[in-house]
């Protein structure tokens, strides 16, 4: 209950990461077609591993989220904007030397519309590569380009700025298979703070430092911030 699992392909397209190179950063479009889930949050993801060696290398992943009327990309430029995503999900994610789904709990649950495409951004910043034959397993989608990814042993890109019309940028006839878990939105606010602090350092009275913090309710009903405290010492 709750589960949806979309795609069942073996092929390997270098998504949602390429574990041999150093740095990667892809989006892939799913369907509402395919997710048909209503009035639910999604929030755990799982892809599918192929598990021949342990990657040691490719795991620091930072996972975003977004709604798009895309159904497909046109090129291997046609990034959907940072600002049009969320962060979900930033940490490590173990790759062990087994085959099967490898699960990751949303940081913040995504409260999916049913209306719209859903597209799901993973950056992989760790320095370093795994065996070219380490890979998820995809979906090929012949005619229908629903993914793209850049890749890179020297540049890490920035999910921000993105790199367009570079020989690494690759767009791509499928997607990752992937499960999701969906569950009930809370009917009351629950607030989720990234950053969940910042150190200011030392500052001088009367001068001011600025520092963002993102808030999010990922819950039901209407979020109310009052008040927010500073803490730190004062010294003469």
Not at 100 to 128: K, M, R, S
Request: proline letters at 6%; one cysteine or more.
């Amino acid at each position: 209950e709750g589960i949806v699992i979309i795609g069942d392909g073996t092929a390997n397209l270098y998504l949602p990461i390429r574990p041999y190179y150093g740095y990667s950063y892809s989006q892939s479009i799913f369907l509402q077609s395919e997710l048909n889930t209503a009035n639910q949050r999604i929030e755990k993801i799982w892809y599918y591993w192929n598990g021949l060696a342990a990657a040691s290398a490719s795991n620091n992943w930072t996972i975003y989220m977004g709604h798009t009327v895309k159904t497909a990309f046109d090129s291997a430029s046609d990034w959907i904007p940072l600002t049009n995503l969320t962060q979900v999900f930033s940490g490590e994610v173990p790759l062990p030397a087994v085959a099967g789904w490898i699960g990751i709990t949303l940081d913040i649950p995504f409260a999916y519309n049913n209306t719209d495409n859903l597209v799901i951004a993973v950056d992989e910043n760790e320095d370093d590569c795994d065996s070219s034959a380490e890979f998820f397993y995809c979906t090929e989608t012949p005619t229908i380009n629903r993914s793209i990814i850049y890749y890179s042993d020297g540049t890490n890109p920035d999910p921000a700025n993105p790199p367009i019309d570079t020989y690494s940028n690759y767009i791509k006839a499928g997607y990752p298979n992937i499960m999701l878990q969906f569950g009930e939105i809370p009917s009351g606010p629950v607030l989720y703070c990234t950053p969940d602090s910042w150190d200011f350092g030392q500052t001088l009275v009367r001068t001011t430092k600025t520092k963002e913090f993102t808030i999010t309710n990922t819950g039901g009903g209407t979020l109310s911030v009052s008040s927010i405290d500073i803490e730190g010492d004062y010294y003469r």
